[in-house]
């Protein structure tokens, strides 16, 4: 079983999540800061999960790309359509 199958479908999906990642971490960070009330510090709660998806967009992004270099999927990446 192969388990990190990359092609070019998958190199799309990891752009979309590290891109729906930072703009709901974004979205996230500005509803703990003016939306949510201070009740039993959910207003941190909500700070953090946004902080952690901010961490997370650029990890994607990057484990995407290192994915790309290896050298046995060179010859599949190039047929993608871009």
């Known amino acids: 079983m192969?388990?990190?199958?990359?092609?070019c479908k998958?190199?799309?999906?990891?752009?979309?999540?590290?891109?729906?990642?930072?703009i709901g971490g974004l979205l996230l960070t500005l509803a703990a800061q003016h939306v949510v009330p201070d009740f039993m510090h959910?207003?941190?709660?909500?700070?953090?999960?946004?902080?952690?998806?901010l961490?997370?967009?650029?990890?994607?992004l990057i484990s995407t790309f290192l994915l790309t270099i290896l050298p046995g999927v060179k010859q599949d990446v190039d047929q993608c359509n871009h």
Request: aromatic share 8%; proline share 3%; glycine share 8%.
């Open 10 to 22: 998958t190199l799309r999906e990891g752009v979309l999540v590290a891109v729906v990642f930072f």
């Open 42 to 53: 959910m207003n941190h709660a909500v700070l953090l999960l946004g902080f952690v998806l």
């Open 55 to 60: 961490l997370l967009a650029p990890i994607v």
């Open 2 to 7: 192969k388990l990190l199958v990359l092609g």
